[in-house]
């Protein structure tokens, strides 16, 4: 049985996270036709856009199977035990609570290198 | 603020069933929506800050309204009273949070197996676990949200939802340019078209409301 919400499979096409790496490399390409007063749809949007970047790219390392790219239910678990598991590396390594990391944050500390 | 949130992801729900991928990127594409409906066109769109300004007075007005009326009761006045009659709404939060604290555990135990790479036969009942209780969770909200529906605060958030879609609310006339539908909020509670009021809402909560 998979459950699958239809704006995160949105976000997930292989169209969009083009778009949205190339969005990063190339300014003037545009994901969507506005690009201020974003609706909140569309902000929720963005937001599972970069969940999913952060999760191809965790597949691209191969430190998790394509079964999270499939399914939110494994997309959902991979993510929060990941989000776990950098909190407590915040708190080890800075021995003071942080905010709770965001997408983004956990796609830094990616490209930074931690596991 | 839980229960705006559990009624928004309602509208949102229910519109999402009906709905495909590619008329999803239409709703996503723009700050505005654009639907047809009976041969017209029409569209929803984000509120300026002078309509925000409008909204805040219209909820104020209405929240002293109805505590004046006395007709509906605050959910603190009313979950007690629920409680006399044998409906206990603290039990459903309960179990609801219960719940939630199992989910977390499981999702915890797959992320980890996820991370290993273990075999189906070890994630696929772990994911079961977590689509039966979202589903057991997704009963308990239902029936909180029916219970308290008649709350002031419900009440309060449908007419603040229905203002919202008075003031966004516009059509396209013969010039192709998007005019307001009802002059006045009072032509709009009159109108007996209640599908098209019921299709600005769901399409006006996508664009105002925020449930993830």
Known sequence: MKRNDLLRELANLTKYQILLQARKDICSVNILDNNRDFSKIQISFINWLQFYQFLRQEVSMDEVSDIVLIDDVYA??????R?????????????????EP?????????SRGHR | MEN??????????????????????????????SFDYKEKSYRVRLLNLKEKQELLRFQTRKEN??????????????IPELKKAGIDIEGINKKIKNLQREEEKINLQLGEALKEQKPLEIVQPM??????????????????????ATSLENQLLDATITYIVYLSLEIKNEKNEYIKVFETYEKM???IDG???????????????ETE
Do not use: C, P
């Not at chain 2, 309204?65 to 009313?78: A, D, N, P, Q, S």
């Open chain 1, 102 to 110: 965001s997408v983004h944050a956990l796609n830094i500390s990616h």
């Open chain 1, 83 to 99: 989000r776990k598991k950098y909190r407590e590396w915040l708190e080890k390594n800075y021995n003071k609570k942080r905010k």
């Open chain 2, 127 to 148: 994911h079961d676990s977590i689509i039966q209780i979202q589903d057991e969770k997704q009963a308990l909200v239902i029936e909180k949200s029916v219970r308290l």
């Open chain 2, 195 to 209: 599908e098209l009021i019921k299709k600005a809402v769901s399409y006006s909560t996508l664009l105002q409301y």
């Open chain 2, 4 to 33: 705006v949130r559990e009624k928004v992801e309602k509208i949102q729900e229910d519109l999402k069933k009906n709905i495909d991928l590619s008329q999803m990127e239409q709703l996503i594409k723009d700050n505005k929506i």
């Open chain 2, 65 to 78: 309204e109805m505590r004046e009326e006395g007709i509906f009761k605050y959910e603190t006045v009313l």
């Open chain 1, 76 to 81: 959902d678990a991979y993510y929060f035990w």
């Open chain 2, 189 to 191: 509670l009159e109108t």
